[in-house]
């Protein structure tokens, strides 16, 4: 049916609406709800004016300008998302009732809004990429005058159901985009107000639900907002897809005036989610993140168009300040209905000083991305300062809480889209590509804390390290991680990565930085003076039935450690040089929820009688938890720096400044380490190497038994004798007492810790041949081999974090 | 310390201290009581107990060499071969098996500025601190040490002399701190 057109000016009511109204249900997730019936009568119009049109538009460039600084999108369209000469079918129904509300109701058919890129002039020849959005929208709004607040202001009551949505950015012919997306959103009463020089808008309740089908990637330029390939008809490899549903409501001020000079704009708002879940789908295998709750107030968020630290010309978002706090309920993987657990995070991002140096947090937006990677792409000047941040894991109500994280940093992040080639030099992978450019910053956890927020603070931060977690980490960072589409079958991520670290100062174990009367130095055992390169090929990330599969396809990596101190990470004392080479290939982890269940500590059983019998502890460690089965196949060498293998150097030369220099000393190599399945049973003349080594690791928050080991008072003056319990009291002065004989009741108290149940196995493992290398005399082999077999280890361990 | 060591040592059932560098060979540490950790800054840390077996049922490999441990004629416990000569024979230590539990280990890194006679003070400087469990218990402990003419059992030409058994049973009483430092050039 051939739809009359009608004038641009008014037909744009419905995406401004539409537009703010969108940006309103942002936060939302969940599963999808229907619109009632019953609200949307009540606001419909009974008689009025009906608008219908076919809408086209184009615009050359739509510029923002601030101080006289412009920013500007480029080539604007709104029209069909089907067909680029044709226009989105509009329907408007518009009323005014007799308390003079506003009413319209709205349908929007196959509607696309984008630009093709965003440039800034002091930039030219490149920009930031370009946005697409798609859309079919039905919905009712309504604009009645007075609010809560005074008869000056306006409230709206809104609602609409957004259909076969896209959203996708697109770079030099490359785009990554949401597929299918399905919206419900609901917002009534919401208010706004002038105070002061700001508008208020607050929102008692904003609920709804959406579904995104897909996450897609495309190389083909040739294709644009399509599920399939314009030239194979095939469908476009998908990162999987999410879902969602949320409660929201919280009140968001709006002011002009930026950082700097007399324009820009001012946003500080806070918002409560009341209610949320998301759900992450691969395949129909899920990963939920489900009963969500928390909020977060920002404060004095500016929008410049300015210039970044290095004098490059960008809009800028400043941030005062960002706090908060979320918790999740449950972490589920996979499909058996098992959670790894809750999770609750605490953060405050606010402005401060790190050894003498501030950091605050903004944001410069840019165009160019990679150098490389084309004239399209998204560079983002970062810094970023983590004031104070507490997250905490429990499981089977048993809380542990890593207390004190602050980061800070500042440096390039490049977002491109990128397919697999070689320009000018630079390797891109098929997918999304976040690049990292001289980044410098660092972190560092204080402590953890037992039970609740005023336990005490212990260490243990160490056994982060299980996680591949340091406890405190200062770096410099260069590289890339892309994210292709699909996984190991079907949806899922693969992944490429070249990573290098410069410079750094890891710790592997670390004592406070705070010990409640201020900052001290962070001491503990550290490398420093760490290089690190790390490659990654063609790694499969899939959510499976069971759990979260990562296969990695090749990997490899030198860890090169000039120095591995205790004390001080600059200045503390040096056992030497340390180098760590690993290349694996075809290696694997499963993230398995629940933990070891029920576990015979110290003996053999299947049941609490049985285990007792053997001399064992029966422990019923719950229904969650974490189990991680990896297993790792070192592979033969095939170059130096395609290899495992382990290099100890002492005894270096000096520099003129006293610093050690590499290659100067002497060495024990342990080189070419690989392991083997122990003969070449395929007959393919060469030895398989399949099994590797295999470790199955669960890990449980559980009572764990902690023992004084000498008479008398401990370092908090709580007196014992040897061989007595630690029990916790929240009685006691110190919180804990010593028990010679514990009850049933005081074992219910025992201190909280880690309880691992493990095996490692493998069946073969190979050390080609072990070096000690003089700087001039050269290398004389020591060990001609070794080789270890048929190994099955078991361990149950418990740690405990202590003071 | 370079040059300045922990000299007097007082009631020392067990305390070793590791240097990885010769000069700490003269070197005799005490251990520290629980009261006397308050006297030093950076206590946090973890406490280990636990149980480790070994092959406790039998390895990976199933061949004519290797087994369950209820197969008559196999071996099941665990394999290191190695030699010191490109073409020579290969060491063995074969068969290794058992299990060993353990209470009370704890790791952390400490400062020494105190006690020790007054060594300590001189001392002045970070230590990697782990503190042994009381008790070591070993269970059906063993290995047996070998010759062997070939890194497998399975390769060819494979001949293999047993020079002698060691089955451990019962416990190890391991008390003190073991103090690891850096010392010597780096």
Redesign the interface.
């Known amino acids: 049916m051939a739809r009359p057109m009608t004038q641009t000016r008014i037909a744009c009511l419905t995406p401004v609406l539409g537009g703010w109204l969108g940006l309103a249900a942002m936060p939302a997730v969940g599963e999808l709800q229907s619109l009632d019936d019953s609200m949307m009568s009540s606001i419909s119009g009974q008689a009025g004016v009906t608008l219908e049109l076919d809408l086209q538009t184009t615009v050359d460039r739509l510029s923002y300008f601030d101080d006289g600084n412009g920013i500007h999108l480029e080539n604007v369209r709104i029209g069909s998302a089907t067909d680029p000469n044709g226009g989105a079918f509009h329907k408007i129904d518009l009323d005014i009732e007799a308390d003079g509300s506003l009413n319209l109701g709205y349908l929007v058919e196959d509607r696309r809004i984008e630009f093709e890129d965003v440039t800034l002039p002091g930039a030219p020849g490149v920009g930031m990429g370009g946005l697409f959005f798609d859309h079919n929208l039905q919905g009712t709004f309504r604009l009645s005058p007075g609010s809560t607040l005074s008869p000056d202001g306006y409230t709206f009551d809104s609602a609409y159901t957004m259909t076969g949505g896209r959203i996708g950015y697109r770079t030099n012919g490359n785009e990554v985009f949401l597929d299918d997306i399905t919206m419900d959103v609901q917002a009534m009463g919401v208010t706004m107000d002038v105070v002061g020089d700001q508008l208020l808008f607050t929102t008692p309740e904003l609920i709804g639900s959406y579904e995104v089908g897909a996450i897609r990637y495309s190389d083909n330029p040739l294709n644009h907002g399509s599920s399939t390939d314009a030239s194979t008809g095939l469908e476009l490899p998908s990162y999987g897809g999410f879902k969602g549903d949320f409660n929201l409501s919280g009140e968001t001020y709006i002011g002009g005036g930026g950082r700097v000079g007399q324009e820009g704009i001012r946003i500080d708002s806070n918002t409560q989610i009341n209610s949320a879940n998301f759900i992450y789908l691969d395949d129909g295998n899920t990963l939920g993140l489900r009963d969500i709750t928390g909020h977060y107030n920002l404060t004095d968020l500016r929008i410049d168009v300015d210039k970044d630290w290095n004098g490059r010309e960008a809009l800028a978002l400043s941030v005062g300040g960002l706090s908060g706090a979320f918790n999740i309920g449950r972490i589920e993987l996979g499909n058996q209905n098992k959670s790894l657990g809750r999770l609750n995070v605490s953060f405050l991002f606010q402005d401060q000083v790190i050894r003498g140096q501030s950091y605050t947090n903004a944001l410069y937006l840019m165009g160019g991305g990679h150098a490389d990677a084309g004239p399209q792409g998204l560079r983002l000047g970062a810094q970023w300062s983590l004031q104070l941040a507490d997250f905490s894991y429990t499981e089977d109500n048993n809380r542990v809480i890593f207390s004190g994280l602050q980061s800070w940093g500042q440096g390039d992040v490049t977002v491109n889209v990128t397919r697999d080639e070689v320009q000018n030099g630079t390797r891109f992978f098929d997918g999304l590509r976040v690049g990292f450019e001289g980044i410098k910053g660092g972190y560092r956890i204080n402590?953890l804390r037992v039970g609740d927020e005023n336990a005490p603070?212990?260490?243990?931060?160490?056994?982060l390290l299980a996680l591949g977690f340091y406890p405190a980490y200062d770096f410099e960072l260069d590289g890339h991680l892309t994210l292709g589409a699909g996984g190991a079958s079907g949806e899922g991520l693969t992944i490429n990565s070249d990573v290098q670290i410069r410079n750094g100062s890891a710790a592997l174990?670390?004592?406070?930085y705070d010990?409640g009367a201020g900052e001290?130095a962070q001491?503990?055992?550290w490398v420093s003076d760490l290089n690190y390169d790390m490659h990654i090929r063609d790694m499969t990330v899939d959510v499976t039935d069971e759990g979260l599969a990562i296969i990695k396809g090749e990997a490899w990596s030198t860890m090169d450690v000039g120095?591995?101190?205790?004390?001080?990470k600059s200045s503390?004392?040096?056992?030497?040089?340390f180098v760590v080479q690993k290349y694996e290939k075809g290696s694997s982890m499963t993230i398995l929820p629940g933990g070891a269940g029920d576990v015979c500590?110290?003996g053999?059983g299947s049941d609490a009688a049985s285990c007792e019998a053997s001399g064992g502890v029966w422990e019923t460690r719950g229904e969650e938890g974490v189990t991680v089965r990896m297993k790792h196949v070192l592979a033969r060498a095939v170059s130096d720096t395609r290899k495992n293998a382990f290099t100890w150097e002492?005894?270096?030369q000096l520099d003129g400044s006293g610093n050690?220099i590499n290659d100067s000393?002497m060495k024990l190599v342990l080189n070419d380490i690989y392991t083997s399945d122990?003969?070449d049973f395929d007959g393919d003349g060469v030895e398989d190497n399949t099994?590797g080594i295999?470790s199955d690791i669960a890990v449980d928050v559980y009572q764990?038994?902690?023992?004084?080991?000498?008479d008398?008072?401990?370092?908090?003056?709580v007196v014992g004798n040897?061989g007595d319990e630690r029990i916790m009291d929240a009685g006691a002065p110190e919180g804990y007492r010593y028990v010679a004989n514990p009850t049933a009741a005081d074992m219910q108290n025992r201190p909280l810790?880690f309880a691992?149940q493990a095996e490692a196995?493998?069946?073969?493992l190979s050390i080609n041949n072990i070096d000690l290398v003089h700087p001039i005399g050269g290398a004389q082999?020591?060990?001609?081999?070794?080789?270890?077999?048929?190994?099955?280890?078991?361990?149950?361990?418990?740690?405990?974090?202590?003071? | 310390m370079t040059g300045r060591t922990l000299k007097y040592a007082r009631s020392i059932p067990l305390a070793l201290g590791l240097a990885?560098a010769p000069q700490f060979g003269s070197a005799e540490l005490a251990k520290l009581?629980?009261?006397a950790?308050?006297d030093v800054?950076?206590?946090?840390?973890?406490?280990?107990?636990?149980?480790?077996?070994?092959?406790?049922?039998?390895?990976?490999?199933r061949?004519g060499y290797?087994g369950g441990c209820e197969e008559v004629g196999k071996k099941c416990?665990?394999?290191?071969?190695?030699?010191?000569?490109?073409d020579?024979g290969?060491f063995v230590l074969d068969d290794i098996r058992g299990s060993f539990?353990f209470?009370?280990l704890?790791?952390?890194?400490?400062?020494i500025n105190d006690g020790f006679a007054g060594d300590g003070q001189l001392f002045n400087?970070?230590?990697?601190e782990l503190?042994l469990p009381?008790v070591v218990r070993y269970n059906d402990v063993q290995f047996k040490l070998a010759g062997s003419s070939t890194?497998?059992p399975?390769d060819p030409g494979f001949q293999q002399t047993d020079i002698f058994s060691i089955e451990m049973q019962g416990d190890v009483t391991l008390e003190g701190n073991l103090l690891?430092?850096?010392?010597?050039?780096?």
Do not use: C, H
């Open positions: 402590g603070l212990q260490g243990g931060t160490e056994l174990i670390a004592n406070p010990e001290i001491t503990g055992l120095n591995l101190r205790v004390g001080d503390g004392a040096s056992f030497g040089r500590a110290g053999m002492s005894n270096r050690p000393g122990g003969g099994y295999q764990t038994r902690v023992v004084k080991k000498e008398g008072a401990d370092s908090r003056g040897r810790g691992v196995r493998f069946k073969e082999t020591a060990v001609y081999g070794v080789k270890m077999q048929n190994f099955d280890i078991k361990a149950n361990l418990t740690a405990t974090p202590i003071q | 990885l009581d629980d009261g950790l308050s800054s950076g206590q946090g840390g973890i406490y280990l107990s636990g149980d480790v077996s070994i092959n406790e049922l039998g390895g990976p490999i061949n290797f416990g665990a394999r290191v071969a190695y030699r010191l000569k490109e020579g290969w539990a209470e009370g704890t790791l952390k890194v400490r400062e400087r970070e230590v990697v503190g009381n890194a497998r399975t690891v430092f850096p010392t010597g050039n780096p």
